[in-house]
């Protein structure tokens, strides 16, 4: 296999999870007397730019189909998130009535509609329809496709270019980073920003966040990594803000390379931080695979230590990451017994390859668990707050990653 953005041949092994399905590829109660496709979800290292990246081993339009169960609404810690977002793009940009702002991989709305609020004009691009049916009765417009280098000329010549291009927490979901950055550039306006979100390399190594991985994300980013990737394609990132979002994330503020930015202190600040962490050799790179299957290890045991001693264990949070977990981990229905999540449209599924039943929040207090495992760590305190009524049954919630901790104690 050959790095998806410079071309080496990878011939560094980063983490080796096994096979999984598709990490959003929800059952209906018809789909459990069929067989699932199951794939490898192995990631490698380049030795070249850094990028770590998953073997494409399904394309990505199979990935993301019209039923793609995950709509960012249904946080509200992230619509926060999305909402100051706005405010400060707005003020930093001086974005007005005249100005067009883009968003790709824009779900069911989530964000632009802050912007249509603000009466700036606002377009989402989003490869999956049943997302874009709910922004379009937000009264969002927006369009059914996949970005890249085509789609974005064809758009820049019918609507002019974007004075702002928003992509958050899609970078790592495209299979092409060149052909997506490429058409992000071709997009700009002449003055124009690209603001993009990512979960950061570094602090998912640091805190063990091994489950982030599955086959919808092609590539795990550091920042020195994306700059030589945004530089490739004439853009130049000139800021950088480290967030607390998805266990730690980065927003980089790019423009073109004539574009009139000058780069923040934050730049050269950020690329000090990953060299002083070691992200420049490759044995940095090495080592993982036991983090991984110690955390593991330890959930499993966990679970199997409760299930003996008669013990009833349910889940919140029907995640991509808490799929990961749970099929590495090779857990089904007789170690937890059911997945709560507030998304409807997830409700009275299974959940991929363990086929663990999701249920509506009901459910926690019709069964009382003695434990209940909060799978999207990163939403850890929203949902702590949310189930404190556990604690009325003496019941506890529960993390596994970093490494297995019962909350409140």
Not at 61 to 76: C, G, I, M, T, V
Not at 141 to 146: A, G, K, M, P
Not at 163 to 192: E, Q
Not at 254 to 269: E, Q
Request: aromatic share 10%; glycine share 8%.
């Amino acid at each position: 296999m050959n790095c998806r953005f410079c071309g080496s041949l990878l011939t560094c092994d980063f983490l080796d999870l096994g096979t999984a399905p598709p990490s959003n590829a929800f059952l209906a109660a018809d789909d459990l007397a069929r067989p699932e496709a199951w794939f490898p979800l192995r990631l490698h290292a380049c030795a070249d730019c850094h990028l770590v990246q998953v073997d494409e081993v399904q394309s990505h339009d199979k990935l993301f189909a019209p039923d793609y169960a995950y709509f960012s609404s249904y946080s509200r810690s992230w619509l926060e998130h999305a909402e100051r977002y706005v405010a400060l793009a707005v003020d930093r940009l001086g974005l007005d009535g005249a100005s067009l702002v883009v968003e790709l991989a824009s779900n069911d709305g989530y964000l632009l509609q802050y912007v249509a609020a603000r009466g700036i004009p606002c377009l989402g691009i989003e490869p999956t329809e049943g997302t874009a049916l709910v922004a379009r009765e937000r009264g969002i417009e927006t369009l059914v496709r996949f970005f890249g280098r085509e789609f974005a000329d064809a758009l820049a010549a019918e609507r002019g270019g974007a004075d702002l291009v928003i992509g958050n927490n899609v970078l790592a979901h495209v299979p092409d980073i060149n052909d997506f950055v490429a058409g992000i550039a071709r997009l700009l306006s002449d003055r124009g920003v690209a603001t993009l979100e990512f979960p950061h390399l570094l602090e998912m190594v640091g805190n063990r966040q091994f489950d982030t991985v599955y086959h919808e994300h092609f590539s795990y980013l550091s920042f020195h990594s994306v700059q030589r990737i945004f530089a490739a394609h004439g853009l130049r990132i000139w800021d950088v803000e480290a967030l607390p979002t998805h266990g730690g994330s980065l927003r980089v503020w790019a423009c073109l390379d004539a574009a009139a930015h000058a780069a923040t202190s934050a730049v050269a600040a950020m690329l000090s931080r990953e060299a002083s962490a070691g992200m420049m050799d490759m044995a940095w790179y090495q080592g993982f695979q036991q983090v991984a299957e110690k955390v593991k290890d330890d959930f499993l045991s966990f679970l199997l230590e409760q299930k003996r001693a008669g013990k009833r264990v349910a889940a919140y949070g029907a995640a991509a990451k808490g799929n990961t977990l749970i099929n590495f981990a090779g857990i089904r229905a007789d170690l937890i017994q059911f997945v709560v999540d507030a998304s409807p449209h997830k409700q009275g599924k299974f959940l991929p390859g363990s086929r663990i039943p999701v249920v509506d929040e009901a459910a926690i207090m019709q069964a009382k668990p003695d434990f209940v495992v909060i799978l999207p760590w990163n939403l850890r305190d929203e949902i702590s707050r949310q189930l404190h009524y556990v604690a009325q049954w003496q019941g506890r919630l529960v993390v596994a990653i970093p490494r297995i901790e019962l909350l409140g104690s």
